[in-house]
């Protein structure tokens, strides 16, 4: 076991993997494997790197630190004239290499051993335990031997302070634990001591397992808090114990409190964090259970809650309830569960999914997006009951409509319903308690306050009978709309569009699923299916409306449109037997509309709506045995009227021939003989725009542009032109409707199968 | 034209009560979530209601325990199923709650479950306080002080004391589960911060929520007129309405007392139907006093708001609180009371 055997040029990287493959301290062995590192330095010197010069000056150094441990095992040369120098020297190359590199495992092996023996007095020992920094990892054999030393009573209170100060903040870098938590009696005698006693609470709170919190310790540990009162590491020492088990123990946390233990890792601050930034990868941050500050909030409600949501507290209480004779399996059972405080990571949730401890209060996985994923997957129903009572009785309770206005307060309510409303994305679907929730509170809705946060909630009702659901929300909902701002107005439709695209997500699913439903009241998809039309029907009912109050207005007819845009692609992007048309209301203020993007996104609609019509028109030819879906004739001579009406305004200047009369007379008066081609898509208002620009990039250095010149090619410029300034609707909708082999407007085939 | 006029509004109580269980399972969440969402029947409030009556279950009742429950000013709150609730476990609870109430007392400081403390909690049984066998159990939760100078037999002071019970909880969805106790109807005597400290207590151990209960006076009027109808062989209280008038600076309180005899006069004289109590029938004896209140002082009680009933039988605040008065009718107070705490609680 002599260090002067050891390999001069063993390279520190060698060591690490050493120390973190064997946890043998056995010296002898580990030189013959150091061995081969010989090969590899010749190697090195041989060749003209520029690195050499450094890998030098490291070689040096690491043959120094070599002599100078060698020099601290054996103790001091007495001959030796300059001893102090000498001395001096060995501990500076120490502490050198330490803070620069970090110590091997059996460096600090061989110097914990002599900073604990006191060979070399108090304020050398400090020295030493100051720079026990390791490479990488620390062997827990050394922390053993290091803590025999402390009964031999050879190190005086101030080293033991420092040690257990070192231990406690080097623990995350002692490879086992095993052997140390074996000597928890030992450590847990010293809390006697009382200058120590707070880095060994601190220890110990990090040693703690289940199995160690035992009757006559919680006794002493009550004892000392009697005898010294109130000590912050005393009381989380004593929080972890009726965490662990709280049939033994009772405390509850002053609010206020922030630190619990002195710091420890002061001391060796940036060491531990460059100790940190060489392990990087397999160890993480150490696990440490959440206390303090983190899980309190400021505001101390009634109850004595902290928050709306309650903390995340495993059920062990209940569990432990009235089992007063532990069985050997429950012992078992109660070691292999795992508490959900302690839970950090999704691997972790995936490795202990069988043996989670579940919540005491549900409500608290709400804070918690990985029990979030649990709870998707737990089929206890109890648990899901659980959280539904909680939910309801929460949303009652907190509502802040039914409280006298509290800015404060209603911030926190504010919060909780976003937290609920990313927990019901998260899950795909709608909490029942909400929908209750909606149906008692939407009547009282002043339909300001959290009125994004209400409107969410409403678009994730669980699809349900319209026929139902109607005079419970949907009349509340209309009143409000019809006296609100258009902004209101566009938001509802925003949220209703939601609605629409979450209830058909679910039929569609659901119908992919099992085909046929055993639900108690809609049996069929086609009830499903008229619940559905219902929503739209009355959706398109309120646009209509909306529309004739607002004065068509251009920002309420975009959001119009984008339910619509829903609307038209049901059958195909949903896979529903569903294709409900837009209102007259609707489709006329669309197609007259001054905004061009208005237009466009009509066209887009109106195409959408011809692929969907088609496609039902083809599956229906194919199995005509499926006729309980067929569409009526009424929806296609709907479409193809509005088709024909599109055509005549936009392309064949012969606008609303069918179905609509016009006076010559009135014209006349008004002084628009010339009406026919007003609508097509040069004189289009919203379009007109776009054909000077068209006639002006043609001929620049015209005076006067004839707009009645865009026919016959330039026709199919300006539709060039029209297309490449973004009209990608328009282009969609001309180009599926209309043979483009056909040069002349006049004679456009569009086509009319349906 | 239009398929969608906006109908009337509908009254307070029929909007929710037409919640039935319409809901199809769609994805999986949705299908377990199924079972919850039919126990979600809203209740509504019945057209009609039994007089209270003694019931047969009644008579297990130990006196004592009645006579203690009696005469005392609780504070009503309703309560969701507890959870992992278990009757064999009632002194395990008493050792663990005396010691959460210990460390929440001396925040900071741990205590020792089982530790003597200076309190003492008892959790004990109120056998028969139901109203059908279907009905779980009621319980009490007492707080005691132990004095020093506390002799052998003779229990502390109490400090605080509650009751958990079920009376006709028949509206109640099919028993939830065999993990949970419905008991939804919760009185606490004592001190506030003691209810909050015991009530976070169930809280954090039952997965339960507490909300306090207020009367409001919709449900005050039928508990005057139930009440009212009640045979009584002596009357030992009488019978008082106490309307508020909301106004500035203070507001003004009227207070209306009759001879329960003439109460029970007015009230055979508007009832019909034997044994029961209509809606219509609780508006008629109201509107009597109203319009009797009116010819002597000229003042439309009906504008203003009724806050208290006391009668024979019981008296209740709008603000949720109740004294029982009559041992007799106990269990039918109490049925009306659970109705209402399930109602909140749904």
Redesign the interface.
């Known amino acids: 076991m002599s260090s002067q055997k050891r390999n001069k040029n063993s390279k520190a990287q060698d060591r690490t993997s050493q120390g973190r493959n064997s946890f043998q301290t056995d010296l002898s062995a580990w030189t013959v494997k150091q061995g081969p590192s010989n090969s590899d330095s010749i190697l090195k010197h041989g060749q003209a790197n520029p690195m050499e010069d450094y890998e030098l000056a490291n070689d040096q150094a690491e043959d120094d630190l070599q002599i100078a441990v060698g020099y601290f095992e054996k103790g001091p040369i007495k001959t030796s004239r300059n001893k102090d120098e000498i001395f001096e020297k060995h501990l500076k190359t120490v502490e050198n290499v330490a803070w620069k590199n970090g110590l091997a495992p059996e460096e600090i092996d061989i110097l914990l051993n002599v900073a604990l023996s006191g060979k070399f007095g108090n304020a050398v020992s400090a020295r030493i335990l100051k720079c026990m920094i390791p490479t990488t990892l620390i062997s827990e054999d050394s922390v053993v031997k290091a803590v025999s030393w402390l009964c031999v009573g050879k190190c005086s209170g101030s080293t033991k302070v420092l040690f257990y100060r070192w231990l406690v903040a080097m623990f995350d870098f002692i490879d086992h634990k095993e052997q140390i938590n074996l000597l928890y009696g030992f450590f847990f005698a010293s809390l006697q001591d009382d200058t120590l006693c707070p880095y060994v609470c601190h220890l110990l709170y990090l040693l703690t397992k289940k199995e160690n919190v035992k009757p006559f310790r919680v006794r002493k540990l009550l004892d000392i808090q009697a005898r010294v009162g109130m000590q912050p590491h005393l009381q989380a020492l004593l929080f972890l114990y009726k965490f662990f088990v709280p049939t033994l123990i009772s405390v509850s946390l002053p609010l206020r409190k922030k630190i619990y233990f002195k710091n420890s890792e002061n001391l060796w601050k940036t060491a531990l964090f460059a100790v940190r930034q060489r392990n990087k990868g397999p160890s993480p941050e150490p696990l440490k259970l959440m206390l303090g500050p983190a899980n309190v909030r400021s505001l101390k409600r009634k109850w004595n809650s902290h928050s709306i949501i309650p903390m995340l507290n495993s059920s062990s209480y209940t569990k432990e309830c009235g089992k007063k004779e532990l069985s050997l399996s429950d012992y078992l059972s109660s070691n292999g569960s795992f508490p959900i405080e302690q839970l950090q990571s999704f691997t972790q949730l995936l490795q202990n999914i069988h043996c989670l401890e579940l919540p005491s209060q549900m409500g608290s996985v709400l804070n918690s997006s990985l029990l979030l994923h649990y709870i998707n997957l737990v089929k206890d129903e109890s648990v899901l009951l659980r959280l539904y009572h909680w939910l309801s009785q929460t949303l009652q309770e907190e509502c802040i409509w039914y409280k006298v206005n509290n800015y404060e307060h209603g911030r926190e309510f504010i919060n909780f319903l976003d937290t609920i409303i990313r927990v019901q994305c998260f899950f795909q679907e709608g909490f029942y308690s909400c929908e209750a929730f909606l149906y008692k509170s939407l009547p009282l809705w002043d339909g300001f306050s959290c009125r994004s946060q209400f409107l969410q909630l409403l678009s994730w009702i669980p699809f349900s009978n319209f026929s139902e659901v109607k005079p419970l929300l949907f009349d509340h909902l209309a009143q409000l709309y019809f006296t609100s701002t258009i902004y209101f107005k566009c938001s509802v439709l925003q949220s209703l569009k939601e609605l629409l695209q979450n209830w058909v997500l679910w039929l569609s699913m659901d119908f992919h699923i099992k085909p046929v439903m055993t639900s108690p009241l809609e049996t069929t998809l086609g009830g499903s299916m008229d619940s559905v039309s219902k929503l739209i029907h009355y959706v398109g009912w309120l646009s209509t409306t909306a529309m004739r109050l607002e004065n068509n207005s251009t920002f309420l007819l975009h959001f119009i449109l984008d339910f619509y845009e829903t609307v038209c692609d049901i059958y195909i992007n949903y896979n529903l037997p569903l294709v409900v048309l837009f209102p007259p209301g609707i489709f006329y203020p669309a197609l007259l509309s001054l905004d061009s993007s208005i237009l466009n996104q009509l066209c887009y609609i109106m195409y959408r709506y011809r692929k969907n019509l088609s496609a039902a028109k083809k599956n229906e030819l194919v199995h005509k045995a499926k006729s309980e879906f067929n569409f009526s004739s009424k929806t296609y001579q709907e479409f193809n009227y509005y088709l024909t009406a599109m055509f005549g305004c936009l392309w064949t200047s012969r606008p609303f021939e069918k179905g609509m009369h016009l006076d010559p007379k009135t014209l006349e008066k008004a002084g628009v003989t010339e009406y026919k081609n007003s609508l097509n898509l040069v004189y289009h208002p919203s379009l007109l725009s776009y054909a000077v620009s068209f006639l002006l990039q043609e001929s620049p250095e015209e005076r006067t542009i004839n707009m009645s010149s865009i026919r016959g090619k330039k026709w199919n410029w300006y539709l060039d032109y029209l297309f490449s300034e973004g009209l990608q609707g328009l282009k969609l909708f001309i180009r599926s409707s209309i043979h483009r082999s056909v040069p002349r407007s006049e004679s456009i085939n569009y086509n009319n199968q349906h | 034209m239009?398929?969608?006029v906006?109908?009337e509004?509908?009254p307070e109580h029929s909007?929710?009560s037409?919640?039935?269980?319409?809901?199809?399972?769609?994805?999986p969440?949705?299908r377990?979530?199924e079972?919850?969402?039919k126990q979600?029947s809203?209740v509504s409030t019945p057209p009609r209601r039994k007089i209270p009556q003694c019931s047969q279950l009644e008579e297990d009742v130990d006196p004592q325990k009645v006579a203690f429950l009696l005469h005392k000013q609780w504070t009503l709150y309703s309560l969701?199923?507890l959870?992992?609730f278990?009757y064999?476990?009632l002194k395990?609870?008493s050792r663990?709650l005396s010691?959460?109430i210990?460390?929440?007392k001396q925040?900071?400081?741990?205590?020792?479950?089982g530790?003597d403390c200076n309190i003492k909690v008892i959790f004990s049984t109120l056998l028969g306080m139901k109203g059908t066998e279907r009905d779980p159990e009621a319980f009490l939760v007492q707080i005691l002080s132990k004095s020093q100078s506390q002799s052998e037999n003779r229990e502390g002071k109490a400090l605080w004391t509650g009751w958990f019970c079920c009376v006709f909880g028949d509206s109640l969805p099919e028993t939830?589960?065999e993990?949970?106790t419905c008991l939804p109807l919760f009185l606490a005597n004592g001190a506030e911060s003691n209810t909050?400290?015991i009530?976070?207590w169930f809280?954090?151990?039952?997965?339960?929520?507490?909300?306090p209960l207020a009367i409001n006076a919709f449900n005050l009027s039928w508990m005057a007129a139930m009440w009212t109808a009640c045979k009584m062989d002596h009357y030992m209280a009488t019978t008082e309405f106490l309307w508020s008038v909301p106004c500035s600076p203070q507001r003004l309180d009227i207070s209306y007392a009759i001879h329960p005899e003439d109460a029970k006069a007015l009230w055979d004289s508007v009832h019909k139907t034997p044994g029961e109590v209509t809606q219509e029938e609780v508006d008629l004896f109201m509107d009597c006093l109203y319009s009797h209140f009116h010819r002597h002082f000229k003042i439309h009680l009906s504008a203003t708001r009724l806050v208290r009933v006391s009668t024979p039988v019981a008296s209740a605040h709008t603000d949720g609180k109740i004294k029982i008065l009559c041992h007799k009718y106990l269990i039918g107070v109490l049925a009306y009371l659970t109705e209402l705490a399930i109602f909140?609680?749904?």
């Open positions: 239009d398929p969608y906006t109908p509004s509908t909007a929710s037409r919640l039935k269980n319409y809901f199809i399972g769609v994805t969440l949705q377990r979530l079972s919850v969402k979600t809203f969701t199923p959870y992992k278990s064999t476990n395990e609870y663990l010691a959460f210990a460390a929440e925040k900071g400081l741990a205590v020792e479950v530790e939830v589960s993990d949970f909050a400290i009530g976070t809280q954090k151990t039952f997965d339960c929520y507490f909300s909140q609680i749904e």
